[in-house]
């Protein structure tokens, strides 16, 4: 399974924030569907996060540009893992 997480920086309102987040996790799902062709069963429900779990200080350029990203994370099933 593939989980898709967006994120925000602290600029902006809470509301836009949370739009940009969604945005940004929509879009890195549409590609993985679109374009590398991903069946929409191995890839979770997209989740914005907004400005919470910063990566980096929302105090100067750098960190906030550290901030505007999308995770993605390869989940393994335990049993499905230890069969191979």
């Given at each position: 399974?593939?989980?898709?997480?967006?994120?925000?920086?602290?600029?902006?309102?809470?509301?836009?924030?949370?739009?940009?987040?969604?945005?940004?996790?929509?879009?890195?799902?549409?590609?993985?569907?679109?374009?590398?062709?991903?069946?929409?069963?191995r890839i979770l429900v997209p989740a914005g996060y907004?400005?919470?779990?910063?990566?980096?200080?929302?105090?100067?350029?750098?960190?906030?540009?550290?901030?505007?990203?999308?995770?993605?994370?390869?989940?393994?099933?335990?049993?499905?893992?230890?069969?191979m």
């Amino acid at each position: 399974m593939i989980e898709i997480t967006g994120y925000a920086s602290s600029t902006g309102t809470e509301e836009e924030n949370q739009k940009l987040s969604d945005a940004r996790a929509t879009a890195v799902t549409d590609y993985l569907r679109n374009v590398k062709n991903i069946p929409m069963r191995r890839i979770l429900v997209p989740a914005g996060y907004a400005a919470s779990h910063p990566a980096g200080e929302n105090t100067d350029a750098q960190g906030r540009a550290e901030n505007r990203r999308v995770d993605v994370k390869i989940l393994v099933n335990k049993g499905i893992n230890e069969q191979m």
